[in-house]
């Protein structure tokens, strides 16, 4: 099929279930998920030992939005459990598409587990909705933990996705002076700036010791504690190539003296002026 224009008038109704649903799944970044800040997010809640009730939001199922209207819910019918024994049941979503209309519908369904001596959650048949022939598939959503009679939690098996106003919170700016400034974000730390760095005559510099690091990384996240080698890269330049024709290196990790050394070629004895960038993995 050729190139199509979605959002433009074609004289006819032309805009697929796919090609919208592939657009939120871009815009949002997950493919099943629940949208948090609309409604309830669609929390669930035990109002008895035989029933769930799922508060109003949006779901996305394959990008293909899902709704419980605005004030309103729908409870979910839970079987007995076990006097003694665990029990994990999973509330999913049921999704169906007609082979030969072409019409989609869904459902929440309960796919009970075995009651024993600790909870295994029972097997679901999940098909990829962007796939022409899918014709169902049972998208996990909840999954109820029984102790005996008792439900003892209800706990997410999707995605929370964040407004965009959430995430500019979490996406954090910062100039430490007039040299170096960075972005935090709730799993990464970009830090960008530019140091002189004094002479020795050798092809090898120090560049950074593990408390120059901390001390970058605690100005813009003061969660952390300590530095790993493990989650950081750094990559440099030669910030003034006419002052000093001199060629950078990678630099390298040297654990016996827990610092970054800069390499280049030819060695000089001048100050070297270095433009850094560090990425920091916080996962």
């Not at 029990?87 to 007609?98: A, G, L, P, Q, S």
């Amino acid at each position: 099929m050729a190139m199509e224009l979605v959002t433009g008038y074609a004289g006819k109704a032309h805009v697929t279930s796919y090609q919208d649903a592939a657009i939120q799944a871009g815009i949002v970044g997950v493919d099943n998920g629940v949208l948090s800040y609309v409604g309830q997010g669609m929390k669930a809640v035990a109002t008895s030992a035989n029933n769930i009730r799922i508060y109003d939001g949006v779901a996305l199922i394959g990008g293909k939005a899902v709704v419980i209207d605005r004030d309103t819910y729908q409870d979910v019918a839970i079987a007995n459990g076990t006097v003694g024994k665990y029990r994990n049941d999973i509330i999913y979503i049921k999704y169906t598409k007609d082979a030969f209309t072409g019409v989609e519908s869904v459902t929440f369904d309960v796919k009970q587990g075995a009651a024993g001596n600790s909870g295994i959650d029972p097997a679901l048949t999940t098909n990829n909705l962007y796939s022409t022939g899918t014709l169902t598939s049972e998208i996990p959503f909840k999954r109820v933990r029984l102790n005996g009679l008792a439900i003892e939690s209800v706990e997410n098996m999707h995605d929370n996705v964040p407004s965009l106003t959430e995430l500019n919170r979490k996406f954090v700016f910062k100039r430490r002076n007039s040299s170096e400034a960075g972005i935090c974000t709730p799993h990464y730390i970009m830090i960008m700036g530019t140091l002189v760095s004094q002479g020795a005559n050798a092809d090898y510099r120090q560049l950074f010791s593990t408390s120059d690091l901390l001390s970058k990384l605690k100005f813009y996240d003061p969660s952390i504690s300590n530095f790993d080698e493990g989650k950081c890269v750094i990559t440099t330049n030669n910030g003034d190539g006419n002052a000093a024709a001199t060629h950078f290196y990678a630099p390298e990790w040297w654990g016996s003296n827990n610092a970054y050394y800069q390499y280049f070629y030819p060695g000089t004895s001048s100050p070297i002026r270095v433009n850094y960038c560090i990425h920091y993995l916080k996962l």
